[in-house]
């Protein structure tokens, strides 16, 4: 009887927690009317300028080849980004008390890590795709053929997935008995991790090397493998050379900012709040603007298709 009473104080003890309290960003009103305004008007520009390019890639037959069909589906994943924490923070800027559930809490980052798994896999995916194209471009339209894109595509989505679940499994299970507020505007791992009632210092680092050793793994991989095509392309002495240095651009300052806060988030050892919740807010916010905006300012074929569509969309309302 005393062992089965204590077993259900401990299980009464384990539930107590059933949702959990943002402290948000500031507590400043005028921070706070500026930060509502900035993430708005970014939300809703990267969803509109990221649904404006799948609409372009898949309404315009000249974009219909590998380097759009990837580009296409990172701007898929970016509306993913934009959609998994953005909605809510600006929802919660003026809220006193800023609240989200367990499972709530539990999902947001589940879309978290499977998001960013895909993300991480497409922009390799991008990055081999110029390779062929620069380095074997006699054999680019046989190696990167339909079949070899839905192979990539595939492969994103499941190592993603296996990736979240991967990471959640260490964690949905822990006891949460007391302290439920996480000193940030969304779920992220290393603070859920820091109010469970167990003893976590061996967990946190796993989950967060984890996370930090692919983020910068596959970022060193595609640095080298830049670097390998930029000298490929210096050796060249054609006119499309400056195209390729300009496509090459993009794709690395892409690279730089979706890689840039997750190796800080996981890697750098000395955390500090306002910063991680500053590059959080870039990271949410406008990363995904920015990666629509340098992919369409730095490539001509894709203004003059945007142009079209636009002209298109305008025609359509003017006859409706």
């Not at 930090?212 to 392309?233: E, K, M, P």
């Not at 892409?254 to 955390?271: A, D, Q, T």
């Not at 991680?276 to 003059?304: G, Q, S």
Request: charged share 10%; aromatic share 14%.
């Amino acid at each position: 009887r005393t062992i089965t009473l204590t077993k259900t104080m401990e299980r009464n003890n384990h539930t107590v927690v059933t949702e959990f309290v943002f402290l948000g960003l500031t507590n400043s009103w005028y921070m706070q009317l500026f930060i509502f305004l900035f993430s708005s008007v970014f939300y809703v520009a990267s969803m509109m300028g990221n649904f404006l390019i799948i609409l372009t890639v898949t309404s315009d037959p000249c974009l219909h080849s590998p380097m759009y069909f990837l580009l296409a589906n990172l701007s898929f994943t970016d509306l993913g980004v934009s959609s998994v924490s953005s909605p809510k923070m600006i929802y919660d800027i003026f809220k006193k008390r800023k609240v989200i559930s367990f499972s709530g809490c539990i999902t947001q980052m589940f879309f978290i890590h499977l998001i960013g798994g895909v993300e991480m896999v497409l922009l390799i995916a991008m990055a081999f795709d110029r390779y062929v194209a620069i380095c074997k471009p006699l054999h680019y339209l046989t190696i990167m053929s339909p079949r070899m894109c839905a192979m990539f595509l595939v492969a994103a989505w499941i190592i993603g997935f296996i990736h979240s679940v991967i990471q959640l499994a260490f964690v949905v299970n822990l006891p949460f008995c007391g302290p439920n507020e996480l000193d940030s505007f969304y779920c992220d791992l290393p603070r859920f991790i820091r109010l469970a009632c167990t003893h976590t210092d061996r967990l946190e680092f796993m989950v967060t090397a984890n996370s930090g050793f692919i983020s910068l793994g596959s970022f060193c991989i595609l640095i080298i493998s830049y670097i390998f095509i930029l000298v490929t392309v210096q050796k060249n002495s054609s006119g499309s050379s400056s195209k390729a240095l300009s496509t090459l651009s993009a794709h690395i300052t892409v690279v730089i900012l979706f890689f840039g806060p997750l190796i800080f988030f996981y890697i750098w050892p000395f955390p500090t709040s306002h910063l991680d919740k500053f590059l959080a807010i870039f990271d949410a916010v406008l990363t995904p603007f920015l990666n629509a905006v340098i992919y369409t300012l730095r490539n001509k074929e894709m203004k003059m298709a945007m142009k079209k569509v636009c002209n298109q969309l305008i025609n359509f309302k003017k006859i409706s």
